[in-house]
Antibody, heavy 123, light 109 residues
Framework: QVQLQESGPGLVKPSETLSLTCTVS????????WSWIRQPPGKGLEWIGY???????NYNPSLKSRVTISVDTSKNQFSLKLSSVTAADTAVYYC?????????????????WGRGTLVTVSS | DIQMTQSPSSLSASVGDRVTITCRAS??????LGWYQQKPGKAPKRLIY???SLQSGVPSRFSGSGSGTEFTLTISSLQPEDFATYYC???????????FGGGTKVEIK
């Protein structure tokens, strides 16, 4: 059974870079797309971006200038870096798999999710 | 960018009620839409993909419909475990720009 687990610092100072890693266990990262999503406390979900195991990426235009998502297939991990953070970047950060189901009509969806990790931006 | 307007933002309902949640897209997105359920402190869970396809393991009281710009999620008979927040997600355009709706919190009446 494939599982995802986020890890990284829970506290980041303003203007610094937020760094998180998602470890994929029970399966290979060399399939699917792998995504980051965040949720500020008490608010809705925001897609950050995704990466294919080959390294191709697609980012939310509103965050693109500050976001880098990378993959390490040897470790079965993918990572998020968000630069120049402010208090507005305080959120629970989720990693998830973005999957295409070819059955029936076919379609994309977020299939597996990590439990999420709270990152607070504060001095 | 495509904007998703979800309504209502919250609703109160009783067990057994029929509940309908709507998402409207700012432009046509074919059927490139899914629905997710989130309970407090938990990650979202997939319910519907491709606007109307029920995910494996999801009870049949959940259904989705729509195409183009207007979509609905219907819970035919609300159960105690269905009290949660529901989000739509569109992934139209190439390259995809994924956008969530603002969410609908379903509370106990």
């Amino acid at each position: 059974q494939v599982q995802l687990q986020e890890s990284g610092p829970g506290l980041v100072k303003p203007s610094e870079t937020l760094s998180l890693t998602c470890t994929v266990s029970g399966g290979s990262i060399s399939s699917y797309y792998w995504s980051w999503i965040r949720q500020p406390p008490g608010k809705g979900l925001e897609w950050i971006g995704y990466i294919y195991y080959s390294g191709s990426t697609n980012y939310n235009p509103s965050l693109k200038s500050r976001v880098t998502i990378s993959v390490d297939t040897s470790k079965n991990q993918f990572s998020l870096k968000l630069s120049s953070v402010t208090a507005a970047d305080t959120a629970v950060y989720y990693c998830a798999s973005w999957y295409y189901d070819s059955s029936g009509h076919g379609g994309w969806y977020f299939d597996l999710w990590g439990r999420g990790t709270l990152v607070t931006v504060s001095s | 960018d495509i904007q998703m307007t979800q309504s209502p933002s919250s609703l109160s309902a009783s067990v057994g009620d029929r509940v309908t949640i709507t998402c409207r897209a700012s432009q046509g997105i074919r059927n490139d839409l899914g629905w997710y359920q989130q309970k407090p402190g938990k990650a979202p869970k997939r319910l519907i993909y491709a606007a109307s396809s029920l995910q494996s393991g999801v009870p049949s009281r959940f259904s989705g419909s729509g195409s183009g710009t207007e979509f609905t999620l219907t819970i035919s008979s609300l159960q105690p475990e269905d009290f949660a927040t529901y989000y739509c997600l569109q992934h139209n355009s190439y390259p995809p720009r994924l956008t969530f709706g603002g969410g609908t919190k379903v509370e106990i009446k």
